[in-house]
């Protein structure tokens, strides 16, 4: 059973508004990421991290920045909400060795008015 | 980047078996996974194939064929509960998955 967290898990916020998504893991993972998704289509990955200090842009291009401080600590910020943000906000962390599967939080879902 | 190519619906009988395909494109392979995604829910692992045949897990069984850039995923004496979307997923070098659109399962009794 992976422990990864997510808060909150429903967000409706209006625009304009800064927010922060809360993603934390208690596995002691290095890697850690923030997928998007729309309902009935794919994950995007928007930010990674290998560890510490590192953050790296995912694949979609998102206007959401990330930080990594803390090893179990991955937060996603958006400063100003728009209804385009409005998404399924996935968090991951990767076990250390093969497979490297990926496990996922129970998500946010981001509604921005 | 990857091109991952996936039936987008597929619907079956209570205690049949389905197949579902997946095709990838990568400039870099260095395995492939399933996952199963329940409505509202996040995506769980199934399975992982790296090196081409069958592994088995179960009622789930996945395959994988490098040369063709093909796998699939196969679900035995389905249940109502196998209801889900169930995700291909190529992952590379880095440690990087790019998903599939994934492919609704419907199983009716």
């Known amino acids: 059973e992976a422990d990864i967290y997510q808060t909150p898990r429903y967000l409706v916020i209006g625009t304009g508004k800064k927010i922060t998504l809360e993603c934390s893991q208690t596995?002691?993972?290095?890697?850690m990421y923030w997928y998007q998704q729309d309902p009935g289509m794919e994950l995007h990955l928007i930010h990674y991290?290998?560890?510490?200090?590192?953050?790296e842009k995912g694949d979609l291009s998102s206007e959401s920045t990330v930080s990594r401080i803390r090893t179990e600590h991955f937060p996603l910020t958006l400063e100003s909400a728009r209804p385009s943000h409005t998404s399924q906000y996935l968090c991951a962390s990767s076990v250390p060795r093969e497979p490297y599967e990926q496990y996922f939080g129970p998500g946010t879902r981001l509604t921005v008015t | 980047g990857q091109n991952i190519d996936q039936p987008t619906e597929m619907t079956a009988t209570e205690g049949a078996i389905v197949q579902i395909n997946c095709t990838y494109q990568?400039?870099?392979?260095?395995?492939l996974f399933w996952y199963q995604q329940h409505a509202g829910e996040a995506p769980t692992f199934l399975s992982y194939n790296v090196l081409d045949g069958l592994e088995e897990k179960g009622r789930f069984s996945s395959f994988l064929s490098r040369s063709k850039g093909y796998s699939y995923l196969l679900l035995k004496e389905l249940q109502m509960k196998d209801s889900a979307s169930y995700l291909c997923?190529?992952?590379?070098?880095?440690?990087?998955?790019?998903f599939g659109a994934g492919t609704t399962v419907t199983v009716r009794a």
């Open positions: 991290s290998y560890g510490v200090n590192s953050t």
């Open positions: 596995m002691g993972h290095d890697k």
């Open positions: 990568t400039s870099g392979f260095n395995g």
């Open positions: 997923a190529v992952i590379e070098g880095d440690y990087k998955l790019s």
